[in-house]
């Protein structure tokens, strides 16, 4: 029973890491834009809600109301204003771009802040548990979680395939020369998914914050998980993002099981192996 529980609380965790990485996984399948800045937008949402509850008072979820709104209209202005600038110029200055947006993002976070920690306190819900049988408890926060990277997947998966909204991803991703030549606005596609992403993002961010601690140096870690979900599952594939992610959290509660100072590393290593056998990843987009 012991395994089973850790196996459990591993495909949880592995929620939030899918949660990291569906924003990812989106904006690489609509525009092959590899955003390096991904990992400090999580902790900017995160410190948005901070901010909002500061504010407000509102309950940690509650301030997703806001902070979501917020953080599209973000989204959208950031790809209008900067990165569609960088879409038509080769691999290398969206790298750039972003990787410069990811050092503004974390001294921005730092100078506003300050480097201590801060927590979102979600009140009684966030040690709340309810337990599925002898020897396994499931946490509330940790299955909200989960939910929400199932809900979010599904969500993103019917836009694409049955929506105008999703065709027009489809087409930018597919022919983005020949869509424009069928009268759509590229750029605009491009900045709603942009949006849309950073909806995901926000998602994230607060339900991190309401898990742990968070600072503004934490961007680049998450950013990591959120890659090694991605290449997992398979660049573009949504429920391949999901499964790489349940992976990842799974292997790395097995790890920390066997040695605490193996939890992260275990992680690594189930990643390296996959990228060995499997370039790939496993769900690859268009493979059924």
């Not at 947006?101 to 979102?120: G, K, V």
């Not at 990591?224 to 999901?242: C, D």
Request: aromatic share 10%.
């Amino acid at each position: 029973m012991e395994w089973i529980n850790i196996i459990v609380q591993g495909i949880l965790v592995g929620g939030l890491y899918a949660l990291f990485a569906t924003g990812l996984s989106l904006i690489f399948g609509v525009m092959r834009l590899v955003n390096i800045a991904h990992g400090d937008l999580i902790i900017a949402a995160a410190y948005l809600a901070y901010t909002v509850i500061q504010l407000t008072g509102l309950h940690p979820l509650a301030s997703l109301v806001v902070v979501l709104p917020l953080s599209a209209l973000f989204g959208y202005g950031l790809q209008l204003a900067v990165l569609n600038r960088t879409l038509d110029k080769g691999i290398l200055p969206p790298l750039l771009v972003t990787f410069g947006l990811s050092i503004i993002i974390q001294n921005f976070l730092l100078e506003t802040f300050s480097a201590d920690s801060r927590r979102l306190n979600a009140g009684a819900i966030e040690i709340s548990s309810f337990s599925l049988m002898p020897g396994l408890d499931i946490g509330y926060v940790p299955l909200l979680t989960f939910a929400c990277a199932v809900a979010v997947v599904w969500g993103l998966q019917y836009l694409f395939y049955h929506s105008p909204m999703g065709r027009s991803f489809r087409a930018v991703s597919d022919d983005p020369e020949v869509s424009q030549l069928m009268g759509l606005n590229n750029r605009t596609v491009y900045a709603a998914a942009m949006a849309l992403s950073m909806v995901v993002v926000a998602i994230a961010g607060v339900l991190l914050a309401i898990r742990s601690n968070f600072d503004p140096f934490m961007g680049p870690g998450r950013l990591i998980f959120g890659f090694e979900a991605v290449i997992i599952g398979g660049l573009g594939n949504l429920w391949g993002t999901l499964a790489g992610g349940v992976i990842l959290g799974v292997a790395q509660a097995v790890g920390a099981q066997i040695d605490p100072g193996w939890q992260l590393l275990a992680g690594h290593i189930v990643f390296l192996l996959i990228l060995a056998v499997r370039p790939q990843g496993l769900f690859p987009k268009g493979v059924a």
